[in-house]
């Protein structure tokens, strides 16, 4: 009973935080057009680096499609050649990730010698190029300044 006694101010706050929580969520609103930009200009990069250092990782690392997979339904705001250089790109990103599950899978060193990621260089540098074409059409950068979460984001689940 004293341990009880002696915590019951942590507990207090515990369910203090809990209640705030609960009172201040909201979900979150449906993506602006910068923010799928943002995201999918940020994967690209990414995808980039890692088709540079592809053959020199004993493992391969799977490339990145999470952001392409939530918002390619929702593109509709860039123009047709950038949705199609996008596409064109993350179809190939999806099927290597697909050949690299397989020699996973089959724990095969023979799966990955016949994968030529540089195949992917020049669709994923023309989804770049017309990507930031479109920040610094819209917003007058090449890429738009980050936005870092705030200590109440964290806490309240802002965003």
């Known amino acids: 009973m004293d341990a009880i006694l002696n915590n019951l101010p942590i507990i207090a706050a515990v ?4 209640l ?3 009172l201040f969520w909201r979900p979150k609103p449906d993506r602006t057009q910068q923010e ?3 995201n999918l200009l940020t994967e690209v990069k990414l995808n980039q680096g890692l088709v540079g250092i592809f053959g020199f990782r004993q493992k391969p690392k799977k490339f990145e499609v999470t952001s392409w997979q939530r918002n ?3 593109l509709a705001f860039l123009n047709e050649s950038l949705q199609s250089a996008l596409s064109d790109a993350f ?3 999806e099927d290597f990730n697909r050949q690299i599950d397989m020699a996973k899978k089959h724990r095969s ?4 010698a016949n994968l030529n990621v540089d195949k992917l260089k020049e669709p994923l540098a023309k989804s770049k190029q017309g990507l930031e074409e479109w920040f610094l059409i819209k917003i007058g950068k090449k890429e738009p300044p980050m936005k870092y979460p705030g200590i109440f984001d964290t806490l309240f689940g802002g965003r």
Not at 15 to 18: D, F
Request: glycine fraction near 0%.
């Open 15 to 18: 369910i203090v935080v809990l």
């Open 20 to 22: 705030l929580q609960f």
């Open 36 to 38: 799928i930009a943002q």
């Open 72 to 74: 390619k339904n929702r």
């Open 91 to 93: 179809d190939m990103v």
């Open 109 to 112: 060193t023979s799966y990955m």
